[in-house]
């Protein structure tokens, strides 16, 4: 799926639901060997909106690594792994920054140059936490939400339990969920669908349209 790049994109309308405003889409990828570029080509539009929020979940260390060697080359984000042997110390550090990147996230503000060669401000750069589902926020022992703006599924949750944990732990009450779909997921995607009431739609090819 072809994804356009962004000049001045206009702030979203949001169409609240009768208990939430979140939305939920899915981006299709034909191939396995196609995901990772298909990715990277959706940082390249979402990963320019200056303080972003995003949080990608992976279902495994391997898919983690991978994702955050990808990201770290990427001059316009500021990337924070999240691991379940990171000192305790560490991983507040990171949640701390995160909270303070979604404090200064303004959906109104346009997206950066599209030239890397012009030189990102530390503070205008968007903000992602990489996490597998041992990582991200437990709360039921007392820790806070993330509140993401955006929430990537890069590896579809096999149950709707661990879809509707990831969205309750990483997600804002306004948040977006872009889930990444290959093959035969689409029968997975359906059922989260259908069982947990949710409508997820096809993503838009300008995602300035759901930012």
Same mark, same amino acid.
């Given at each position: ?6 000049? *001045?994109? =206009?702030?979203?309308?949001?169409? +609240?639901?009768?208990?939430? &405003?979140?939305? /939920?889409?899915?981006? #299709?990828? !034909? ?10 080509d959706l940082l390249g539009v979402a990963g320019r ?61 346009? *997206?950066? =140059?599209?030239?890397?060669?012009? +030189?990102?401000?530390?503070? &205008?750069?968007? /903000?992602?936490?990489? #996490?597998? !589902? ?25 149950k709707k339990e661990i879809y509707t944990r990831r ?45």
């Open positions: 799926m072809a994804i356009d790049a962004i000049e *001045a994109p =206009s702030p979203p309308s949001l169409s +609240p639901s009768h208990f939430s &405003q979140q939305r /939920h889409f899915y981006l #299709a990828v !034909d191939r396995l060997q196609f995901k990772m570029e298909t990715f990277m909106r200056p303080c972003l929020p995003m949080v990608v979940c992976c279902s495994s260390r391997d898919e983690l690594d991978a994702v955050s060697s990808a990201v770290t080359t990427v001059p316009y984000i500021s990337l924070a792994p999240l691991y379940t042997d990171l000192a305790e110390a560490d991983r507040a550090a990171i949640l701390e920054s995160f909270k303070q990147a979604t404090i200064r996230w303004n959906p109104e503000v346009g *997206a950066q =140059s599209a030239d890397d060669s012009e +030189p990102v401000k530390e503070e &205008q750069k968007s /903000h992602m936490i990489v #996490a597998t !589902d041992a990582c991200i926020p437990l709360l039921a022992s007392g820790e806070s939400p993330i509140s993401a703006r955006v929430l990537i599924n890069y590896e579809l949750p096999a969205m309750a732990a990483c997600l804002a009450a306004d948040g977006i969920v872009i889930n990444m779909v290959v093959g035969g997921e689409v029968v997975t995607l359906k059922s989260i669908e259908e069982s947990s009431n949710l409508v997820i739609a096809e993503m838009p090819i300008n995602i300035s349209e759901i930012l």
